[in-house]
């Protein structure tokens, strides 16, 4: 398994920019998908994007297609999303997690961060 720490939320308004960070321990880093979830209280959490073991390949919600972009470096153990055109509904706590293969289903997903909050104000 990989251990997963994210950080890099924080209050930001409508329109604005964020880079999320999520740091992994563990020296099959590279072996695993990396994907980005988010979650609301009272709500179910929902998939963001994922990328491939060596970054080759992503996908992502069609929410958040064309204003977020998933990235990875695999020579730091480190996982990235950028979050730019951000709206109020995209406040939530956002989740890395580790998979054995590229899958946008979160039971696919056997390693998960803590998460960091992110919250865009109107």
């Known amino acids: 398994q990989v251990q997963l720490v994210e950080s890099g939320g924080g209050l930001v308004q409508a329109g604005g920019s964020l880079r999320l960070s999520c740091a992994a321990s563990?020296?099959?880093?590279?072996?695993?998908?990396l994907g980005w979830f988010r979650q609301v209280p009272g709500k179910e959490r929902e998939f963001v994007a994922v990328?491939?073991?060596?970054?080759?390949?992503?996908r992502y919600a069609d929410s958040v297609k064309g204003r977020f972009t998933i990235s990875r470096d695999n020579a730091k153990n480190m996982v990235y999303l950028q979050l730019t055109s951000l709206k109020p509904e995209d406040t939530a706590v956002y989740h890395c997690?580790?998979?054995?293969?590229?899958?946008?289903?979160?039971?696919?997903?056997?390693?998960w961060g803590q998460g960091t909050q992110v919250t865009v104000s109107s």
């Open positions: 997690a580790a998979a054995p293969y590229m899958s946008r289903s979160q039971t696919d997903f056997g390693s």
């Open positions: 990328i491939s073991e060596w970054g080759g390949s992503t």
């Open positions: 563990g020296r099959t880093f590279s072996s695993y998908a």
